[in-house]
């Protein structure tokens, strides 16, 4: 502990001099100046967001095992079913051929393996952002505490997204060391999906959970989002075939669908399917977008509820 | 006798004596299965009933997916009796199976985890003359009329889209019903020794391997043999290979296996959930 660690305040007494000392040799018992109201709530107002994060990731610590088996569960399961059992189908199929856009034909593992990815980033968002927003509001009240604190709405906006993210890159990362073990990704640059599948999740997360914090009365409107808008995202994102396969009346959802522009996005990074740059980007800034749409109508939404 | 504790009618001034009923299973059940169905009926049906209509659509958007757009890279499988099918085909009864498998355990885990442990619904209806057993059908029976709607639903959409070639293949909705009374009798004896939301996500947890694995998108064959025999112990496998077999018209002694296997599963759930209810309220 040294003198420029001091918080300004009241000036530590005489004896200061031996105090720090006694520091020196026990740390627990270093003598920092108890912080003032007014500077803590500056703090808090400063750092906030990262409070929050702290306390929801704390949270998910009390279900962390079903985050793990989840984690590393769904990846092994998915990739043995689809990747191997599936794929043994489709490979055996000369008719059809999943050509990289490259002239190069790629095996049906590498094809879905980027879509299982997105995927698993979508379904985490989609758990993290419904039932746990609402519960903040209406069952368990969570935020109204931290709300009667000098942090702001636009704090635990920030905290519970920061959080989500936590959650989905750890997800993802599990997920991509998953790939790696089956060889699915052929490419160098396949890591950079961890971050993409979970900016997905995120531009898909982010809009729901301003949805979800709209809420006020529950409905059965969850059960609703889960089979009429993530099943057919799922379904109909190109991620077990691909999109051009659907007809032209359905092939429209891929095109609005985080998961398919998450998909791609992955497919480029993994084995350099050829998609014309322009849409690579679109990608990119779509997802982009979504998410940032996403959060400014969480920050309005929370803002007026609990401002009520 | 004069009035039973099955009955719980009497006529107004006598004096109710509660005497055990005559019955088979008097102490368990007395034979009012139809109150607990009715009342099912009001409470769900009567507030979301928009959730409970939709639960067919899943299975349908499954088939379109999958259908045609796997089906586009995959092309023709060896169907039950050896012949060359088309995929959609294929895939049909196994959607089936698993969506008669989905709906009758969400209903008989997830509605019944609330009613135990929130709605304290069960405890309300055994302190009547209500026995766990009647409680058990009733909460089954529920389950089992939304399967056979969600069934019945599906089925006809098979016929619209060609896919119905044998009337062999209208069995599958009495035996999707079957496959959801073996799921739902299960169901609520096992949630019963649920506790936290968490515990529940192991229910899931196994479904889903189950779902993926149980030769529904593709043969059992693609796997090395021990696998495979993991894969025929699981309930799934029986139903979604009897399902297929009635869709083409094509019986072979395995399917009478399959229909067996069922009839054990439903009495094994029917004995372990009564079990369960007597256990935790009629101490």
Redesign the interface.
């Known amino acids: 502990m040294t003198e420029d660690h001091l918080q300004p305040g009241p000036t530590p007494s005489p004896g200061s001099a031996s105090a720090r000392e006694a520091d020196a040799a026990t740390p627990l018992l270093s003598l920092r100046v108890p912080l003032t109201p007014e500077q803590s709530a500056a703090k808090a107002r400063k750092y906030g967001s990262l409070y929050f994060a702290e306390h929801w990731i704390r949270t998910m610590r009390g ?1 962390g ?2 985050v793990a ?2 984690a590393v ?2 990846p092994l ?2 990739l ?3 990747g ?3 794929a ?3 490979d055996a ?1 000369t ?2 051929t ?1 050509d990289a856009g490259n002239g190069a034909v790629v095996s ?1 593992l590498t094809f879905v393996a980027p879509a299982l990815l997105a995927t698993a980033g979508i379904m985490v968002a989609s758990e993290e952002n419904t039932y746990p927003v609402m519960s903040g509001f209406k069952w368990r009240r969570t935020y109204y505490g931290p709300n009667a604190s000098p942090l702001g709405s636009h704090q635990l906006v920030n905290g519970h997204a920061l959080g989500v993210s936590f959650r989905l890159l750890l997800t993802t990362g599990i997920y991509f060391a998953f790939l790696l073990l089956f060889e699915a990704v052929p490419g160098s640059t396949g890591w950079i999906m961890i971050f993409t599948a979970a900016l997905g999740g995120m531009a898909f997360g982010l809009p729901l959970m301003a949805y979800a914090a709209s809420i006020q009365e529950d ?2 409107q969850f ?2 989002v889960q ?2 808008i993530v ?2 995202l799922f ?2 994102s190109g991620t ?2 691909p999109l051009a ?3 032209w009346a ?1 092939q429209w959802i891929g095109w609005v669908s985080p998961l398919w522009h998450s998909a791609e996005l992955g497919r480029v990074l993994s084995y350099g399917y050829g998609e014309p740059v322009w849409l690579t980007i679109t990608h990119v800034l779509y997802l982009t977008v979504l998410a940032l749409a996403g959060w400014a109508f969480a920050q309005r939404i929370y803002e007026r509820r609990l401002g009520k | 006798m004069s009035a039973t504790a099955g009955s719980g009618q009497t006529s107004s001034g006598e004096q109710l004596q509660l005497l055990p009923s005559g019955r088979p299973f008097g102490s368990l059940y007395s034979g009012n299965v139809r109150a607990v169905v009715a009342r099912g009926l009001k409470a769900t049906w009567g507030s979301n009933w928009a959730i409970m209509a939709s639960g067919f659509v899943e299975p349908v958007l499954f088939l379109i997916a999958m259908g045609i757009g796997l089906g586009s890279l995959v092309g023709t499988v060896e169907g039950p009796g050896g012949q060359e099918i088309g995929y959609i085909a294929y895939i049909a009864p196994a959607l089936l199976a698993v969506s008669a498998m989905n709906g009758a355990v969400y209903d008989s885990t997830w509605n019944v985890f609330f009613k135990l442990n929130f709605a304290k619904l069960y405890q309300g209806m055994l302190y009547t003359s209500l026995g766990p057993l009647d409680v058990a059908l009733g909460e089954i029976t529920l389950a089992l009329l939304r399967g056979a709607l969600y069934a019945t639903g599906f089925t006809a959409i098979l016929g619209v889209m060609g896919l119905i070639t044998t009337p062999w293949a209208l069995l599958m909705i009495p035996a999707s019903v079957v496959i959801a009374f073996g799921f739902a009798s299960f169901g609520m004896g096992i949630t019963s020794f649920m506790k936290t939301f968490q515990q529940m996500d192991w229910i899931n947890f196994l479904m889903l391997p189950m779902f993926l694995f149980s030769a529904t998108f593709y043969p059992l064959s693609v796997y090395p043999q021990a696998i495979q025999w993991m894969i025929q112990a699981l309930p799934l496998w029986h139903g979604v290979e009897l399902l297929r077999q009635l869709s083409v018209g094509t019986f072979t002694a395995a399917t009478g296996i399959h229909v067996l296997y069922y009839l054990v599963m439903i009495v094994l759930g029917l004995i372990l959930t009564t079990a369960r209810l007597r256990k935790l309220f009629l101490k």
């Open positions: 279900y095992w079903t088996m989840t569960g769904t399961v998915y043995y079913a689809m191997v059992g599936l043994s189908l489709v199929n008719n059809a999943l049906y409905r059965g059960a609703m089979r009429f099943m057919p379904l109909f077990f075939f396969s659907m007809p359905v």
